[in-house]
């Protein structure tokens, strides 16, 4: 970690202070005065752009989620998975603009009608077979542990840190959103609040080496009870604030008081701009019935989009999330329920969208742990590698799978079959989760030459962007 | 604990004799010399200070309290005070928490009863054991145990008998055996359901069914050896390339996930007629008792284990009963010496701090390995020696950046605040505080087997710019930290003996004391500061609380009390332990 971006304490302080004071609204980062001054070209962004990660927990099982439906596909997929199978007749058909190369046609699962007219009406892809890679890996490098992996393949905590840091063998406490908005800073130095935000707890993803995210709730911040900007609840605002800008004498204490500080600095002008927020048709403020925890955390995103100009936010990055993905058990009677709920949140959001006329600007796109293996534990499925994400939006090259859809056939080999089975049916990536975030952070308005710093081993594969943004 | 009393009672006289020089008449014999040409007795180890002991109470229990602390102080002291304390700890047996469930089961059950809801019933008593709890250092490790071999209620909400069970068994176990420790939790129906161990099936190749491998896997990651080799002192072991050596590989597990086949819902009352592994199911009965094995869907091939220098075995031979795989499967992960350095380590960073150093992870493994008779893995001996060892028992270190202590979990300022302030309702119950949705964390709640917080988390600036890690930051977010501040805001203003609050459910702390010298605003804060931070108090929160104070009228002494104790409930102070 550079020194350079290390500010001892106080003078962070007085910096923020001075900050908040001349309401300069700098993006939240640690940086210092001294690299700020020396922003060189570009200028902030003219335009507004949006990325929204959809974090999957628990490795979804999304050989189910998109299935060959042409023969003979269909059927060796079905046998594999055995009662597992989705059955043939249900699949949502879609429609590819680009066909598959051996004319495979393919259809959802049928919880999933919301993507299955999103991707037919092109504002919907999929990018198949694709994991946490180092560099390309065939079978018998990894049966020889020839090349370098990603450590601890199939252990929930450390492919979710891969898929959040691309870091590979090195430790990392840093995101590669979090260095995203670290390559970024100089160009959003109008912004009134951080441009990493979480909507869903603690996340390795928003983390930069800089940057610093920001935690709201799934409805937004919370207001802190008894302060105010007369009287009484001022002075106990100000008796707080000053409590906190002491100087602690353990690290425990002046990280928790940066956090309250954050809280105190960011909540209330937050909150005032999600009250102006309109009403969305598709994520109501009082609906009939109520909306999952996804869609709830979609339609504040959704709002905060909506206000973005009154904090001047030009670039934001938004984490949600849903669990439940880790279908060990009882995958039959889950599956449903989990992608349904991925299908009507998506679905929604991308209706806020199109009623902002916002759906070009705001791309959504989801992680998850792993794919699921192929064979099956009698009533469900276990930890894999490879698998398949979505991503939606109006900026979407939609109506097409990118990477290689594998034939879903255990003991697959990439020479017939388009990816290996390592064993038990855990395919091979054979697109990296690096090729798939450079492609989003390009999108973004990372810089090429910015692009490996954000997706640490890009230079490793041939394709340096899938394609899959307009 | 009556015992000990007693004992002290005889060792104060005994030093009262000798330092009196009075003719006791213990052992007769001869004269005492005359005063004046004995030589003064030897300076003996300082008394314990009320700081001291509210830092011991704050790591062994769920928050200090005067009364407590005074009586710590009185056992003895620096060197025999503490040592004494657990001592009278360890002879205690667990309260628990089943009985009080199922008394919550109404008779008959009517029609449409969600059992659920004994969830609620279960966080009650659980409160109410960790508050009032006699047995508080057990309790502490029962809550520090239900961290590392996580269940949660988010899938097993339809038994609370069996999740109320499920931290009984931590309870008893908590100063016991490691070994008998991960056989009681791995033969549990709450962990059987929740890692999916229960109902695993043998292999059938026709149906591609091969044995699930989750509990296979997160024993070994999370309750035991962790993902890669770890020296005495809990750093990494390295190869010749310098990376970090892997404790497991896929082969191993799946050796593994084929040892734990055959096991489901014990049959018993309620249980079907003919039960078997197809037919069994979850009864109110059985989802507390141990899982059954069912041999006719246990795998009988010879499996492969961790191989480990000094191995027992490093795999089961074929033809062997799911019990008996089972038992050396338990012996050959218990046996892996990973297990003293990761346990340990993580009982020290739920204890006492975050980052200990590499020499106390050490003496701790050491007790771990060998507890001084030669028992491999007793509990209760590594919990003494965490508590006793010098860098847990070192006053705080007074400069920028130190790194002693922690960041106190969330909930257990909680349980601080209403033990130190006689928190509790008329009805006795707690059932007025959402634990999780507050607190980021509640009685086996977490979102998922890797716990409400990792122990590798190290929130950005300088804890990850050093290398060090503050798990419980990981919750302590923007909007989880509000959310506390503000329940505190309601408990101290709203919520306290002069709010005159009816609802015989609402937790109310009392006051009084507090109240009776409000009219000085030095000695309030002086008050307070003794009652949560047992007088340890910087000179900077001490002077915005007698600010906080003096700006409400001296006839409103309530407020003036509130102003002060919620200022120093939320301060960065409090939500540290030294």
């Known amino acids: 970690m550079s020194n350079a971006l290390v500010m001892n304490r106080r003078a962070r302080r007085r910096f923020l202070r001075n900050v908040a004071a001349g309401g300069l609204g700098f993006a939240l980062a640690r940086t210092p005065g001294v690299a700020w001054a020396q922003m060189g070209g570009g200028g902030d962004f003219p335009d507004y752009r949006a990325l929204v990660c959809v974090f999957l927990f628990g490795g979804n099982d999304s050989w189910n989620m998109v299935v060959p439906r042409s023969l003979p596909e269909y059927n060796v997929y079905a046998t594999s998975r055995q009662n597992l199978a989705v059955p043939q007749a249900s699949l949502l058909p879609i429609n590819l603009v680009v066909p598959d190369v051996a004319g495979w046609q393919y259809g959802l699962h049928p919880s999933m009608a919301g993507i299955a007219a999103m991707f037919n009406s092109g504002r919907a892809a999929f990018v198949s077979n694709v994991g946490p890679l180092l560099a390309p890996v065939s079978l018998t490098q990894y049966q020889n542990r020839s090349v370098p992996l990603p450590p601890q393949l199939f252990s929930h905590n450390d492919q979710q840190d891969q898929w959040h840091t691309l870091k590979g063998n090195t430790l990392s406490k840093v995101g590669w959103a979090g260095r995203v908005a670290d390559a970024l800073a100089t160009r959003v130095t109008a912004q009134q609040m951080p441009l990493n935000v979480s909507l869903a707890g603690q996340t390795l993803f928003l983390a930069g080496n800089a940057t610093v995210p920001y935690t709201m709730g799934p409805t937004g911040p919370t207001a802190f009870a008894g302060f105010g900007t007369t009287g009484a609840n001022l002075a106990r605002r100000q008796s707080f604030e000053a409590v906190l800008q002491t100087s602690h004498p353990t690290v425990y204490e002046g990280a928790f008081a940066d956090v309250q500080q954050r809280a105190l600095q960011f909540g209330d002008g937050i909150a005032a701009a999600l009250a102006t927020a309109p009403d969305f048709t598709a994520l109501p403020n009082a609906p009939p019935a109520p909306l999952s925890s996804l869609a709830t955390q979609l339609r504040t995103v959704a709002k905060l989009i909506a206000t973005r100009d009154l904090l001047r936010m030009s670039r934001q990055v938004f984490f949600v999330s849903t669990g439940g993905f880790d279908t060990h058990d009882d995958q039959l009677n889950d599956q449903p329920n989990l992608l349904g709920n991925v299908s009507d949140a998506l679905q929604r959001f991308d209706d806020a969208m199109q009623q902002l006329a916002m759906s070009h600007a705001v791309t959504v796109f989801t992680q998850s742990d792993f794919g699921r293996t192929l064979t099956s534990n009698g009533d469900g499925t276990d930890h894999a590698w490879g698998g398949v994400q979505l991503v939606t939006g109006g900026a979407v090259a939609g109506g097409r799978i990118y990477g290689q859809h594998p034939l879903i056939r255990i003991g697959a080999r990439v020479n017939t079959d388009r990816a290996d089975d390592v064993g038990g049916g855990r395919f091979i990536p054979t697109t990296s989760s690096d090729q798939f975030a450079a492609t989003l952070a390009r999108w973004f308005g990372v810089a090429d030459a910015d692009l490996a710093t954000v997706a640490p081993s890009i230079n490793n594969f041939a394709q340096r962007d899938l394609g899959f943004m307009l | ?578």
């Open chain 2, 1 to 578: 604990m009556r015992r000990s009393i007693n004992k002290k009672n005889s060792r104060l006289l005994s030093l009262a004799c000798a330092l009196l020089l009075a003719a006791c008449g213990g052992s007769g014999g001869s004269d005492p010399e005359p005063a004046a040409t004995r030589s003064p007795p030897p300076a003996g180890p300082p008394p314990v200070t009320l700081a001291q002991a509210y830092k011991f109470l704050n790591q062994a229990t769920f928050g200090a309290t005067e009364a407590e602390a005074l009586r710590l102080m009185a056992l003895g002291n620096s060197s025999t005070a503490y040592a004494r304390w657990i001592d009278e700890q360890l002879a205690l047996p667990a309260t628990t928490q089943l009985a009080y469930v199922q008394a919550g089961l109404p008779n008959p059950i009517p029609p449409g009863f969600v059992v659920d809801i004994l969830n609620s019933q279960r966080q009650d008593i659980w409160f109410q054991n960790s508050v009032r709890g006699p047995d508080q250092l057990r309790q502490r490790l029962a809550w520090a145990l239900s961290q590392i071999m996580v269940v949660s209620q988010g899938p097993l909400s339809g038994y609370p008998f069996g999740l109320a069970d499920y931290y009984d068994m931590l309870a008893r176990d908590a100063f016991g055996d490691y070994r008998r420790l991960i056989e009681d939790v791995t033969l549990h129906p709450m962990m059987g359901r929740y890692l999916s161990m229960l109902g695993n099936q043998k292999p059938n190749p026709a149906l591609n069914i091969r044995p699930d491998e989750n509990y296979a896997r997160e024993l070994m990651q999370l309750f035991a050896i962790g993902l890669v080799e770890l020296n005495p002192d809990g750093s990494l072991r390295r190869d010749g390339l310098g990376n970090p050596i892997p404790t497991y590989d896929q082969p191993t597990i799946e050796g593994f996930a084929h040892i734990y086949t055959g096991w489901s819902w014990a049959c018993a009352a309620g249980s079907p007629a003919n039960c078997t592994f197809a037919s069994t199911r979850a009864t109110i009965a059985n989802q507390i008792l141990p899982m059954q094995a069912f041999a006719e869907q246990h795998d009988t091939g010879s499996k492969r284990m961790l191989t480990y220098a000094g191995a027992i075995r490093t795999s089961v031979p074929a033809g062997q009963t799911p019990a008996q795989d089972l038992r050396d499967a338990l012996d050959n992960i218990a046996g892996h010496p990973n297990v003293s350095p990761f346990i340990s380590k993580q009982l020290i960073q739920k204890l006492v701090t975050s980052n200990p150093s590499p020499e106390y992870v050490q003496r701790i493994s050491q007790v771990f390995n060998n507890d001084g008779t030669g028992r491999r893995g007793n509990l209760g001996a590594v919990v003494r020696a965490i508590l006793l060892d010098v860098e847990a028992r070192r006053d705080p270190i007074v400069s920028t950046g130190a790194v002693d202590g922690k960041t106190k979990e969330p909930l257990l300022r909680l349980t601080q605040l209403w033990r130190a302030y006689g928190g509790s309702a008329q009805s006795g119950r707690f059932v007025t505080v959402n634990a999780q949705g507050t607190f980021g964390q509640g009685p086996l709640t977490a979102p998922s087997v890797f716990n409400f917080f990792s122990p590798f988390f190290a929130p950005t600036g300088e804890i990850a710019d050093r290398g060090l890690v503050a798990p419980e930051l990981q919750i302590a977010t923007e909007y989880q930290n509000t959310l506390v501040t503000n329940f505190f805001f309601t408990q101290v203003f709203n919520r306290n003996s002069r709010s005159g609050v009816t609802n015989p459910d609402i937790v109310v702390i009392d006051i009084e004391p507090e109240v009776a010298v409000a009219g000085d605003s030095a000695q309030l804060v002086t008050r307070i500061a003794a009652r949560l931070l047992g007088a340890h108090i910087s000179p900077e929160l001490r002077g915005q609380a007698v600010l906080s104070v003096n700006r409400v009228a001296a006839s409103n002494p309530t407020q003036r009390v509130a102003e002060a104790l919620w200022l120093i409930v939320s301060s960065p102070e409090f939500a540290v332990q030294p």
